[in-house]
Every structure is written in C-alpha cells, then in structure tokens.
C-alpha cells in the first residue's frame, strides 16, 4: 500500500537559522585564531536585537559585533523595515570561561584518549533513494528553499522577496519505499507589502511566481527532480497540491516576526524526520563536543556504507559516556535492505573495526578543528558537497585574513573501498 511522508526546510532568513549562523560564524572565528578553542556559543535573536550567551576557552579574543553584523547583512537583514538589521540592532554578549570541570574530563595527557564532551547518542543515516544518499523529501525542501533565496539575492525577479522562507515536500512513495510523486509542496515566503510598481503582492501573485519562475529553476537545476516536479506541475487530476503563503499574508518575519534560537531547527539540520535524531543540537559547538563530531561521523560511515553497496538504506548509532574516549555503543540498522548474508549485528562488529569513534579520532581524520561550520548552519548539515573554499576572518586586532579550508569532509566517499574489502563486496 502507497503512503505519504513529508519533509520540511527552513531558509537562512528564518529566525532559528539566523540564530544558528550567527554562533557557527563565532565557532569559526574562534577556531581560525585558534584550532584547539573550546567553544558553546547560543545565540538569541529578536526585535532589534542580538543576544550571545556561552563558555569558551580560546587563545585570542574576537571582534564579536563585527562578526554578528556582518553575517546579518550576508543573510539579507539590510533595511529598517524589517526591525532587525545589521547595523542598527543591539548586541548583548555574556561569554565566559569554559567549566574547569568540563574542561577536566574533556582533556587528556594523550590527545588521543580525548573525553566526549558530554553523554548522549548521535544518529547516521544514509539511503540510496537520491545521488547524495539523502531522503529524498528533504534534498528537495532544502534546494526550494536554497533556490529561492538565490533569486532573492540576485534581485532580478521576485523583487518583493523578503529572507525569512520555509518549504514542506510530501511524496507519495509505493510500498517498496520508492518515490512515486509529489504529493504537496507547502512554501511560505516573507515578501514587501508592494512590488516596486505599487502593486499589491498577494498569495496569488507569489503562487504564480513559483509556477513560473521557482519551480522551472529548480527543475532545470537539478536533474533528479526534473520528471517529478514536471509531473507535479502538470498534474489534471487534482490529487496533488501547491500551497503558497496559505495563511495569506507574511510581511511581518524574520526576528522581528518571531524569536530565533540556536538549536531549534535539528531535524531540518540531518534526515527530515527519516532515520533518527540523538536530540542534540549542532550550532556553536566545536568539535570536542561529540553532539555534532560524532553526527559527522556517523553520517561518514552509512554513507559510505551505502555506497559501498552493504545496504540500500542505513542507519548508524554511536554513544558515548562524558569524559571517556571510546564509545560505549555502536549500532546498525539497514532496515531489512542489507545486501550481504550478515545480521546487523554483524554487520556492526565489522564497520566498528573499521573506524576510530573517539573524539579526537574522528576531529583528526575528518578535519574538524578548521573553521568550517557557518556553511553548515543553513541548508543542511548533511547531504553536501564537500569542496576547498577560501574564507574570510577577522583577527584580535581588527585585521581580516584569509584562509583556505576543506568542507563537509563528512560527505567523502574515501572509505568506500574499505568497506567493501571488509564485506568482500566487488
């Protein structure tokens, strides 16, 4: 029997993603000056104003204003009329010292037997069901919502778009678990009162839009979603939806809409609401904290578990115990679609052999000390394109500087040949 499942995204203009950004650009900072920093940094964002809260252990201090505003102003809070801008809002900062308590079980003599940071679970998942291995009902709410801020930014068409935006995708999956169609796609986008030629913008205008312009630019963009979406598009018979703005208007958004919180958006942040979620939130955490190094590496290993062809579908589990190195746990589930004669069980004892689940093991092999993480606060910390790009800081004197880093080093597909030795996989 055919059933429905629904994913949903959020843009870099929403009011939690801007909180998120604003502590990975601050994790960033710190780490460019300072690759060992110990940094847990939560952001509040309101009316106007910014609030920093949290512990860091770091070398060198930060120009915290001038890293707020300027990722402000690279989401697109440029105006007063939005009341939250860059350069006008208030910023209060309470940063302070990591606890020495904490700080105690995380350090170690041996860089190698490093401490989890805290105690918890962690969830990889991975699926054959799309090119880069993720559910297929969040790959495209991520590229609605991605897509539609590019038009927003390149100011060209939809001119009244405004940066806070959210998009829901329901697919109609057969009883194999293969995608079937688009059910209903759900977008909700914050836009001026008037175009630029003083017409009223209304829901309909904005549907039409996407009609035209959003979803023709999605399809042409991405090649998996072309025969979907033109279906969906020229469906007549009226079981499938577009729902746009559909409680009518949304002038009011952003900040000043609604109060963002680092930490609030998890399941937009991993699978959508497949596989599982440990509950910890990613944003403003550096490496040491196994919350978000272990939710790397876990998505690494089913990835690449994927890949290798162990398994059409796979989650993994990793949990760890504060203050100790190696993990107390480690789980697998393929969910019935393994494709090797092994229980999960035993597929688990293999993969575990294979990787190094303690902290400082998985921060050395994935990279994790470089400042990498404002691209991971928007769109997704999973699913992406790993790539070497060359970012932007500012010193302990107010001087900018360059670096060059490596991406979404989680997304490498270089254990693949491994696994499949493991599991003599050809």
């Given at each position: 029997?055919?059933?429905?499942?629904?994913?949903?995204?959020?843009?870099?203009?929403?009011?939690?993603?801007?909180a998120?950004?604003?502590?990975?650009?601050?994790?960033?900072?710190?780490?460019?000056?300072?690759?060992?920093?110990?940094?847990?940094?939560?952001?509040?964002?309101?009316?106007?104003?910014?609030?920093?809260?949290?512990?860091v252990?770091?070398?060198h201090?930060?120009?915290?204003?001038?890293?707020i505003?300027?990722?402000?102003?690279?989401?697109?809070?440029?105006?007063?009329?939005?009341?939250?801008e860059a350069?006008?809002?208030?910023?209060?900062?309470?940063?302070?010292?990591?606890?020495?308590?904490?700080?105690?079980?995380?350090?170690?003599?041996s860089k190698?037997?490093?401490?989890?940071?805290?105690?918890g679970?962690?969830?990889g998942?991975?699926s054959?069901?799309?090119?880069n291995?993720?559910?297929?009902?969040l790959?495209?709410?991520?590229t609605?919502?991605?897509?539609?801020?590019?038009?927003r930014?390149?100011?060209?068409?939809?001119?009244?778009?405004?940066?806070?935006?959210?998009?829901?995708?329901?697919?109609?999956?057969?009883?194999?678990?293969?995608?079937?169609?688009?059910?209903?796609?759900?977008l909700?986008?914050?836009?001026d009162?008037?175009?630029?030629?003083?017409?009223?913008?209304?829901?309909?205008?904005?549907?039409?839009?996407?009609?035209?312009?959003?979803?023709?630019?999605?399809?042409?963009?991405d090649?998996?979603?072309?025969?979907?979406?033109?279906?969906f598009?020229?469906?007549?018979?009226?079981?499938?939806?577009l729902?746009?703005?559909?409680?009518?208007n949304?002038?009011i958004?952003?900040?000043?809409?609604?109060?963002?919180?680092?930490?609030?958006?998890?399941?937009?942040d991993?699978?959508?609401?497949?596989?599982?979620?440990?509950g910890?939130?990613?944003s403003?955490?550096?490496?040491?904290k196994?919350?978000?190094?272990?939710?790397y590496?876990?998505?690494?290993?089913?990835k690449?578990?994927?890949?290798?062809?162990?398994?059409?579908?796979?989650?993994v589990?990793?949990?760890?115990?504060?203050?100790?190195?190696?993990p107390?746990?480690?789980?697998?589930?393929?969910?019935?679609?393994a494709?090797?004669?092994?229980?999960?069980?035993?597929i688990?004892?293999?993969?575990?052999?294979?990787?190094?689940?303690?902290?400082?093991?998985?921060?050395?092999?994935?990279?994790?000390?470089q400042?990498?993480?404002?691209?991971?606060?928007?769109?997704?910390?999973?699913?992406?394109?790993?790539?070497?790009?060359?970012?932007?800081?500012?010193?302990s004197?107010?001087?900018?500087?360059?670096?060059?880093?490596?991406?979404?080093?989680?997304?490498?597909?270089?254990?693949?040949?491994d696994?499949?030795r493991?599991?003599?996989?050809?």
């Amino acid at each position: 029997m055919n059933y429905l499942f629904t994913s949903e995204s959020v843009s870099e203009g929403h009011p939690d993603k801007v909180a998120d950004q604003i502590s990975d650009a601050i994790l960033d900072n710190f780490l460019a000056l300072d690759p060992n920093a110990h940094v847990a940094c939560e952001t509040m964002v309101t009316t106007g104003q910014v609030v920093v809260a949290g512990e860091v252990t770091a070398k060198h201090y930060i120009d915290l204003p001038a890293i707020i505003r300027r990722t402000i102003n690279d989401i697109g809070y440029t105006k007063a009329a939005y009341k939250f801008e860059a350069e006008s809002c208030g910023i209060l900062q309470a940063l302070h010292e990591q606890s020495a308590d904490i700080n105690m079980g995380v350090s170690r003599k041996s860089k190698m037997q490093q401490g989890a940071g805290d105690q918890g679970m962690m969830f990889g998942y991975a699926s054959s069901e799309t090119d880069n291995y993720m559910p297929l009902t969040l790959d495209l709410a991520h590229t609605l919502v991605y897509t539609l801020a590019r038009i927003r930014k390149e100011g060209n068409m939809m001119t009244y778009l405004r940066p806070d935006a959210k998009s829901q995708v329901t697919m109609e999956y057969d009883s194999h678990n293969r995608p079937v169609r688009i059910h209903t796609i759900v977008l909700s986008t914050q836009h001026d009162e008037f175009t630029s030629d003083g017409r009223k913008v209304t829901p309909e205008l904005i549907k039409q839009d996407v009609i035209t312009i959003l979803l023709p630019r999605v399809a042409k963009r991405d090649i998996r979603y072309t025969a979907l979406l033109e279906a969906f598009l020229h469906d007549d018979s009226r079981t499938t939806e577009l729902l746009v703005n559909p409680t009518g208007n949304f002038v009011i958004g952003g900040p000043y809409g609604d109060t963002g919180l680092t930490g609030r958006k998890i399941i937009v942040d991993t699978y959508g609401g497949r596989g599982a979620h440990g509950g910890g939130a990613f944003s403003g955490k550096d490496p040491s904290k196994v919350d978000r190094s272990a939710a790397y590496a876990a998505r690494y290993i089913a990835k690449n578990m994927v890949a290798a062809g162990v398994a059409d579908e796979v989650l993994v589990q990793v949990s760890y115990a504060i203050g100790v190195a190696k993990p107390v746990s480690f789980y697998v589930n393929t969910y019935g679609t393994a494709k090797v004669r092994l229980s999960d069980a035993e597929i688990a004892k293999r993969i575990n052999k294979l990787f190094d689940l303690r902290p400082a093991a998985i921060i050395r092999d994935l990279k994790l000390t470089q400042p990498i993480y404002e691209e991971t606060a928007r769109y997704g910390h999973m699913g992406r394109t790993c790539e070497r790009v060359n970012k932007s800081f500012i010193d302990s004197d107010g001087k900018p500087f360059t670096r060059e880093v490596e991406l979404f080093t989680w997304e490498k597909l270089d254990r693949v040949d491994d696994i499949r030795r493991a599991f003599k996989l050809q």
